[in-house]
């Protein structure tokens, strides 16, 4: 991931195009200039300044202008009025085939950088050695869609690149997400700007509600500060300050809570990431004591009395298995336990059509990361985004990239993010992705036993609400039946179970009943279709494969799991209790 020193190595190094990708132009414009304004160009024999950059921005409404840091009061600058630049020599020349260089060189730029894009390319051909020009939304004069000469302009892109190359200068295109056309792509270097730090937010949050002073009663101190900045990271200083605004607004104080909802929505925004509001807790959860177990013993590992005692926090941890059987619901219970902010990355959403936009959402997902820190990445079912690179040896070219940018970063992260990833099988996942290292713990989530059955059974008859049982349903009052019921479940997923007392509720009121009867869970169960049946063979080598390489069961033991055997039932008619076969 590239950072903003990476913008003057780049300029310094001679490179002709680099694209900068950031919602926050003023931002972008007044850092980077400020940077350049402090660097001088040296003669690379003599080590002398010779000069120093100078830097100009251009959109199609405002044409080129001059920006620049004004050397009394320290402020960034932009040019009141646009800059002009004299009539190309080619085009003069056939006007007046009389005219010389060095006269149109001496000529007074009369032409406007107004409208065509072309005009900022001739501008800086025509400006000092060691020029800097921000392109602003440049994205439509590469598509034929929006410019009726795309092929115009990115030739003569490509010609000037070798020119400007030897002069130090910069064509720098600014946008939150150009798509590098495929002719320019090798000259391209592109930067990700970084979202604002925390000493920036708070620069925005004084400036919302004034200086932090032992007066001022609107600014949050100590602890409710710091969970205000955690709130807002990952924000740009617009959407901070926005919702810095509306928290004024709607609470008449600054609320963390109110700062993270906005938050959400901005996140969401992207497309890309999805903050979760996450309310489960582990006693939403029926069963996967191991899993439970062990997301206790690391909890503590993500205190600062851990880190200053040397503890590593939780890297990643992986759950294969049964799908319906909690791998997702584990996520969120614990997100809410660690209270840490649930972030969900759908990787189908990552790939993009453009050239560099795939990898170009990815690092932008990352940044976000990083700067939203300390959280939990959510990726579920991770296999169906990184398909193709089993054995780095499948799948396109550009999802391999991704992946390697996912795996760098999962290696050498430095920030509190921990992974928590789910997927279905263990086979369509490459075996980098399971190393030490980026992975601390994989679990198998197996189908839950007659135990741990009855735990979830009781768990969604007590969330079984509605305005006459508001508190839920009692579930003591099917104790004498529960080995019945536990038979007729057996092989059910957790989901199914929630599916099966719906199915119960809905035929106890179609009934007339004055709550949920015995007659009804056994009439309900036959409306449930088990994923055992439909995926007997898959489910069943899954399992073999997970226990030939040492994963971890999330409940039990794999010697329990091998004596198990289906009992007798109404499930008897979807699966035979020979284990060995589905029934026909």
């Known amino acids: 991931m590239s950072t903003d020193k990476d913008f003057i190595i780049k300029v310094r190094s001679g490179n002709p195009l680099l694209v900068v990708n950031s919602y926050e132009e003023f931002r972008v414009l007044e850092q980077y200039v400020r940077d350049l304004s402090a660097t001088p160009i040296k003669d690379p024999q003599t080590g002398r300044t010779v000069s120093h950059y100078k830097t100009y921005s251009w959109d199609i409404e405002s044409g080129v202008r001059l920006l620049s840091i004004d050397p009394s009061s320290k402020t960034f600058q932009i040019g009141g009025e646009p800059l002009k630049i004299r009539k190309p020599f080619d085009q003069a020349h056939q006007e007046n085939p009389e005219l010389t260089l060095e006269q149109w060189v001496s000529e007074d730029p009369t032409e406007s950088t107004v409208g065509d894009p072309t005009l900022p390319l001739e ?42 190359r030897g002069q130090g200068k910069c064509i720098v295109f600014l946008s939150p997400s150009l798509k590098v056309p495929t002719e320019l792509e090798k000259e391209v270097a592109i930067i ?7 000493d920036t937010l708070k620069a925005v949050l004084e400036g919302v509600i004034g200086p932090n002073t032992p007066t001022n009663k609107l600014m949050p101190k100590g602890e409710a500060l710091e969970a205000v900045l955690d709130a807002a990271a990952g924000m740009t200083t617009i959407e901070a300050e926005n919702a810095f605004a509306s928290s004024l607004i709607v609470a008449r104080k600054i609320d963390a809570g109110i700062i993270r909802a906005e938050k959400a929505n901005v996140v969401k925004k992207s497309g890309l990431l999805e903050i979760i509001e996450a309310t489960e807790t582990m006693d939403d959860i029926g069963g996967l004591q191991n899993l439970k177990a062990w997301i206790n013993t690391k909890k503590n590992t993500f205190t600062k009395a851990a880190k200053d005692f040397g503890t590593k926090a939780v890297k990643g941890v ?26 969900r990355l759908d990787m189908g959403k990552i790939y993009g059509s453009y050239v560099g936009e795939s990898e170009q959402n990815m690092s932008h997902c990352l ?5 939203i ?6 990726i579920d079912e991770i296999e169906k985004g990184l398909s193709g690179n089993k054995n780095g040896q499948e799948g396109h070219e550009t999802t391999r990239r991704v992946f390697q940018m996912l795996l760098t970063w999962m290696q050498e992260k430095k920030e509190d993010v921990m992974l928590f990833a789910t997927a279905n099988s263990i086979d369509s996942l490459p075996p980098e992705l399971l190393r030490a290292g980026r992975i601390d713990a994989t679990f198998y989530v197996d189908l839950p036993d007659a135990e741990q059955r009855t735990e979830i059974f ?10 006459s049982f508001p508190n839920g349903r009692n579930p003591e009052m099917f104790n004498e039946h529960l080995p019945e019921l536990m038979r007729i479940s057996e092989n059910f997923t957790g989901a199914e179970i929630e599916v099966w007392i719906s199915e119960a509720v809905t ?18 169960v036959n409306e449930v279709t088990p994923i055992f049946r439909l995926q007997y063979d898959e489910i069943k080598e899954s399992r073999r494969k997970a226990r030939e390489r040492g994963t971890k069961l999330a409940a039990g033991s794999w010697e329990r799991t091998a004596s198990a055997v289906p009992s007798q039932g109404p499930i ?8 060995d076969a589905p029934a026909n």
């Open 123 to 164: 501008f800086l051909k025509q400006a000092d050695n060691g020029s800097v020009i921000f392109l602003k939304d440049y994205q439509p004069y590469f598509t034929i869609e929006e410019y009726e000469q795309p092929k115009v302009v990115k030739r003569i892109i490509r010609n000037l690149t070798p020119v400007f």
């Open 192 to 198: 990700d700007f970084t979202l604002p730090s925390r």
């Open 318 to 343: 992986l759950l294969l298995g049964v799908p319906g059987c909690g791998k997702s619901l584990t996520a969120k219970a614990a997100a809410s336990g660690l209270q840490r902010p649930l972030v």
């Open 367 to 371: 940044q976000i990361l990083k700067s």
């Open 373 to 378: 820190s300390p959280c939990i990445l959510w």
């Open 458 to 467: 009781k768990i969604h008859l007590r969330k079984s609400v509605g305005a």
């Open 507 to 524: 035929r106890a009121y179609n009934a007339g009943h004055a709550d949920v009867q015995i007659e009804d869970l056994r009439g309900a």
């Open 572 to 579: 008897a008619r979807r699966v035979s209790v020979d284990t």
